[in-house]
């Protein structure tokens, strides 16, 4: 069978860290969201898996969605939220028993379980990606000035890196 592609609603993922014993990201909301994808990134790598990262966007112009090996990351138009983009794909999947929906929203949870895909508890697939609370005191699992950059400027230019 093929492993389960991710589904995550980004910044339902990004409060359930912060509001976590694991939470070491930033206070600032861009470089939070940069260090979170750096670090679904190497989950994804390292777990052979790919994701699909959803933030909810209120902004206009919104930043562009973009791919990389493993992830690929969407922001909603500005009258949509993660939970409907959400909805809206697994509805439209053509094998939604292949994927797992993260969130801790009980209403997607409900919705995604009724269509045949898994729901995980944003809260317990943080554990999932910082393994036990000690791996998280590691310096590798913060973004280097260069990799903060980085997703700095792909949210705020909207560009594809």
């Known amino acids: 069978m093929r492993p389960r592609e ?14 976590s014993a694991f939470s070491r990201l930033p206070h600032d909301l861009l470089r939070a969201r940069g260090e979170l994808l750096a670090l679904l990134e190497r989950y994804a790598y390292d ?3 790919r994701l699909i990262v959803v933030f909810d966007n209120k902004l206009t112009p919104a930043p562009e969605s ?6 690929r990351v969407e922001f909603t138009n500005p009258s949509q939220n993660a939970d409907e983009w959400i909805r809206a794909y697994v ?15 009980i209403e997607i949870a409900r919705f995604v379980k009724a269509m045949g895909a898994l729901p995980l508890r944003s809260e ?7 393994g036990q609370a000690k791996d998280v005191e590691k310096p590798d699992a913060l973004l ?17 890196p």
Do not use: C
């Not at 999947?93 to 969130?103: K, R």
């Not at 317990?124 to 990606?129: Q, S």
């Not at 000035?145 to 560009?159: H, L, P, S, T």
């Open 6 to 19: 991710l589904i995550i609603d980004g910044y339902n993922l990004l409060y359930a860290i912060r509001k």
């Open 47 to 49: 777990e052979k898996r």
């Open 66 to 71: 973009y791919s990389t090996a493993r992830i």
């Open 91 to 105: 509805e439209s999947h053509a094998h939604p028993f292949l994927l797992t929906v993260v969130s801790s929203d």
């Open 124 to 130: 317990e697939f943080a554990i999932e990606l910082f």
């Open 144 to 160: 280097n000035d260069a990799e903060v950059q980085k997703w700095a400027k792909i949210f705020e230019m909207g560009r594809k």
